[in-house]
């Protein structure tokens, strides 16, 4: 059995001028332990289909299985890690990383201790009665991590989670998130339309074109970019040629004249 | 000199400067203060301003105490103090409840708004002989009245800082599963609060409204009655007096609200 299976998935949004649909036809499985990202242009779908795969929203058509359950946010399962860090101004970094599992009834002593040690696996040693506002962007973000973490989600989704980075942060970023997944064995989507940072973080690259947003290609990354970390993969011999066909792929969907 | 003598010695000049200018600031205020009242009390004893109607610092001074002494000011201070209090709390504690109970139900909303617009472009202190008639000539419709004032306003400014606040922050709390309840109390309010606490700040002002019309209206005690009463046997030093009293106080309300402010926003800044 898949571990997530997202099935014929339609989604359109509807207001009162008009009916668009976002995603068409969708059907995707992602197995235990594997990094899957999203690529594709803007207006893909990418972030919808995400937030179905959460269980934000029902899918107007088709379902999505989580371990052969229908996925429901209630379950507390998802992590979500969204663009820019959104930790809550008002609350201390520890009163951030527990929120989950404040929310799930789930607050046990070990639980906590778990959190905090993360935090400082993180390399945030003594922040935790700081507020956010007194931490850099790549701090923020770490700590949004931690908080994502901490309620040990079967499924991770990462939404462009490095988007709004310098990019030296980012570059380290990438290899911090993706060696702490690695340690863990979690799965994780990211959402990104970045071609270099699908192909070092991920095992497979699910490419999408836009308008209805469409299941376009898959691509599986060559194992000896996967043993790698990220920072290592986009300077291996094997990088420069598939980071080439994808981009033809990406290309071609896109109607000459635009951009 | 070294490079940190050089720093350490600039610093202490700015910080020098900031207070002189802190030292003019407070001199000027001085200033005005000394020069209104004098002038007052000049203008008054020179006959330069009818001091039948407009009185003289003096006179207020002297009426202040004898009426501290034989206690009437003081019964006269508490009831319209703890009035207004009551009315500022109860219109700001129901209107943010108000606000709430929109925000949870949507549709609810829709189905208010006409009413809540009407109910704000009304002139509130209009109500006041119908709260009078209705709760009796008492303490209590004059607390309505402070609250009455401040309640709708309240409800309308909240309500558009509850819908404001970043969907992203409640997208957070959907994906651990949190119900509305909790997106409320860890997101909602919390993120409203500085909205909240600068509508405390005006309705600090508009209860005093509210009570002081009410107690023009019910004329039996309080500062508002002391102004109608003083109005009516023309005896403005009277008036001047409550008016002076309802500055200060008012005043110290309205420190306490931003007191709050400091207690209640705390994002390490």
Redesign the interface.
């Known amino acids: 059995m898949n571990f997530l299976k997202v099935d014929a998935v339609h989604h359109t949004y509807f207001t009162k001028t008009s009916a668009v649909t976002a995603l068409s036809d969708i059907s995707l499985e992602v197995e235990e332990g594997e990094f899957v990202s999203f690529l594709g242009p803007s207006g893909c779908g990418k972030t919808t289909l995400l937030s179905i795969i959460?269980g934000?929203f029902e899918p107007t058509e088709g379902t999505v299985t989580l371990e052969g359950k229908q996925v429901e946010?209630?379950?507390?399962e998802?992590?979500?890690m969204?663009q820019?860090d959104?930790l809550?101004?008002?609350k201390t970094i520890e009163e951030n990383i527990l929120?989950?599992l404040k929310?799930?009834n789930s607050l046990t002593p070990d639980k906590k201790a778990y959190a905090l040690q993360l935090l400082k696996e993180m390399g945030l040693k003594g922040v935790e009665s700081?507020?956010?506002?007194?931490l850099s962007g790549g701090m923020r973000q770490r700590v949004a991590l931690v908080r994502t973490l901490a309620?040990e989600p079967k499924l991770l989704?990462l939404d462009e989670p490095f988007s709004a980075l310098d990019y030296q942060t980012k570059l380290k970023l990438e290899d911090l998130v993706s060696n702490t997944l690695k340690l863990f064995g979690k799965t994780a989507i990211l959402v990104t339309h970045d071609i270099g940072e699908a192909i070092s973080m991920s095992d497979r690259v699910f490419l999408f074109s836009a308008r209805p947003g469409q299941l376009h290609k898959t691509f599986v990354i060559p194992k000896e970019l996967r043993d790698e970390t990220p920072f290592n993969a986009r300077n291996h011999e094997a990088y420069p040629a598939i980071f080439q066909t994808i981009w033809k792929e990406l290309e071609s969907l896109e109607p000459a004249g635009e951009r | 000199m070294s490079p940190q003598e050089n720093v350490k010695f600039l610093h202490q000049k700015y910080i020098q400067s900031l207070n002189r200018e802190k030292k003019w600031v407070r001199f000027y205020q001085a200033v005005i203060f000394i020069v209104f009242f004098s002038g007052w009390e000049l203008a008054s004893q020179k006959q330069w301003i009818d001091p039948l109607i407009f009185s003289s610092p003096s006179k207020v001074w002297g009426l202040f105490l004898t009426k501290i002494q034989d206690g009437t000011l003081m019964v006269d201070l508490g009831y319209t103090l703890s009035e207004t209090v009551f009315g500022f709390i109860l219109g700001t504690f129901l209107g943010t409840l108000l606000a709430a109970i929109l925000w949870w139900s949507p549709m609810l909303s829709k189905i208010a708004d006409p009413y809540l617009v009407v109910l704000n472009s009304m002139p509130k202190v209009a109500l006041g002989p119908i709260l009078i008639v209705a709760l009796g000539p008492s303490f209590t419709s004059i607390v309505a009245m402070g609250a009455i004032i401040s309640i709708i306003i309240t409800t309308i400014v909240v309500y558009t800082s509850f819908k404001e606040v970043d969907p992203n922050y409640i997208k957070v709390l959907q994906t651990f599963g949190a119900n509305r309840f909790q997106i409320f109390r860890e997101a909602i309010l919390p993120a409203s609060f500085p909205t909240i606490i600068s509508t405390l700040k005006v309705n600090v002002g508009l209860s005093w409204v509210g009570v002081i019309v009410g107690e023009f209206l019910v004329s039996s005690k309080g500062l508002g009655y002391m102004i109608i009463y003083g109005f009516q046997v023309f005896n403005f030093t009277l008036v001047m007096l409550s008016l002076l009293v309802i500055a200060v106080f008012a005043t110290v309300m309205y420190q306490l609200v931003e007191l709050l402010e400091r207690k209640l926003i705390k994002n390490g800044s």
């Open positions: 959460a934000l946010t209630a379950e507390n998802m992590g979500y969204l820019q959104y809550f101004p008002w929120l989950g929310i799930g700081q507020f956010p506002k007194q309620t989704m």
